[in-house]
Every structure is written in structure tokens, then in C-alpha cells.
């Protein structure tokens, strides 16, 4: 984990990681509220590689998705490909929430091998010293096709927390 204190050449390298993982996503993230309260988690492989990044900041509401049906007779294939395709639409009723996940990423050979899965649980424990975050307190960033799979898989729930959702606009 790496925090806003910590060395430069951490911060640096963390900065080079993430502007990567922007560039994946393929488009401009809203930017982060503020640097100096973010906290990032990186996955290192055995052979010391970045292959994960989790960067969380805290919030203070997030906003739930509301879950549209998917079609009845479709089969597992078919449902991913209907929440691929499908725009997300959420609560306009602000619920609080902690911690925000800004960004998580997971190099692409190495997806479904439950990292982002664990970048999570770290975060969980180690977001608020001496607290262990419940997943309705962490609410996700604009999320992807890709994020919202995950996080529809991670929380339980279609209805999970978003915040963010209007590029750019910020929470005080
Ligand atoms: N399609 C369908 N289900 C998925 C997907 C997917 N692409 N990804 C995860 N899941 C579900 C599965 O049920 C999975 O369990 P299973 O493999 O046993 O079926 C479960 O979530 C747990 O997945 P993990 O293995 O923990 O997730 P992974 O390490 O693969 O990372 C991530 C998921 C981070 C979304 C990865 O796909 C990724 O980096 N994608 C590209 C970047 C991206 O879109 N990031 C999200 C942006 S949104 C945001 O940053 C807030």
C-alpha cells in the first residue's frame, strides 16, 4: 500500500502506474478528489511485477445502481453480454458511504484469478485503522463493463454503490 506520505520515488512510480491504468480503461477517469488523502494498493507477482492497482479516496455518499432486468430465457453468455452492452443507471438519493474505489485494475492475463478480489479485501482492512470497511460503506467509481461485473459479482448485489457518475463532478 502505498500513502500520500510515503517516499517519493513511491509516489512517482504510483503516479507512472496509474496514468497506465487510465490509459487502459480508455477513457479520462474523473480525476481524484484529492491526492493527499488516496491510498493505493498495488498486486506484485512473484517475479515482482505490477500486475494489480486499487486506488481508493475517501467520500462521503455514493449512490446505488438501480438493477434492470436482464432478459429471461437468456443463457449465462448471453446475460454478460446484455450487462456489457447495457448503460447503468442509479439512485439519485445520496447514502453514505467511506470509501470510494477510484480505480481497480488487474493486468489482462492475469483477470479472474480473484486479485482484484483480494486488492479489495486489503482494502477493507486496512482503509481505516483498526476497522474492517462493510462492503456497503465502498462505492465504485464510474465503473466499466468490466468493473461493474465484478462489483455486481463482489458485493451480492446489482444494486451496489457508485459515485462520481457524472464525469467530473465532485463530492465535498
Ligand atoms: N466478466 C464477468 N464476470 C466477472 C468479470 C468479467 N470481466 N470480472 C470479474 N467478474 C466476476 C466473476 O464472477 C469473478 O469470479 P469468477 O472468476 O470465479 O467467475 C468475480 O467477479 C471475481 O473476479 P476477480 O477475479 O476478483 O476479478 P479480476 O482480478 O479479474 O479483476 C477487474 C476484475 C479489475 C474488473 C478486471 O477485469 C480489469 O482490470 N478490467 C479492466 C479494467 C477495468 O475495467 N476496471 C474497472 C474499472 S471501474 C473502476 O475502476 C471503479
Known amino acids: 500500500m502505498v500513502l500520500p506520505d510515503d517516499p517519493k520515488y513511491a509516489l512517482k512510480k504510483v503516479e507512472e502506474i496509474r496514468e497506465m491504468v487510465d490509459n487502459d480503461l480508455g477513457f479520462q477517469q474523473a480525476p481524484l478528489m484529492c491526492y493527499s488523502r ?9 517475479d515482482k511485477k505490477v500486475i494489480g492497482c486499487l486506488i481508493a479516496e475517501h467520500i462521503q455518499w455514493g449512490y446505488r445502481v438501480i438493477e434492470e432486468k436482464v432478459p ?9 453480454i446484455f450487462e456489457r452492452q447495457k448503460a447503468w443507471c442509479c439512485s439519485t438519493s445520496p447514502e453514505p458511504a467511506i470509501c470510494g474505489i477510484s480505480r481497480i485494475w488487474v493486468f489482462s492475463m492475469m483477470r479472474r484469478k480473484k486479485i482484484a478480489s483480494r486488492m479489495i479485501e486489503c482494502l477493507r482492512s486496512n482503509f481505516i485503522y483498526g476497522s474492517y470497511l462493510s462492503k456497503e460503506e465502498i462505492a465504485f467509481s464510474d465503473p466499466t463493463p468490466d468493473g461493474k461485473l465484478f462489483a455486481t459479482q463482489y458485493c451480492g448485489t446489482g444494486q451496489f454503490l457508485v459515485y462520481n457518475f457524472l464525469n467530473g463532478q465532485h463530492q465535498t
Not at 38 to 46: A, G, H, W
Not at 72 to 80: A, I, Q, R, Y
Request: hydrophobic letters at 35%.
Open 38 to 46: 488516496t491510498k493505493t494498493l498495488l498486486f506484485i507477482s512473484n
Open 72 to 80: 429471461e430465457v437468456s443463457s449465462e453468455n448471453e446475460k454478460v
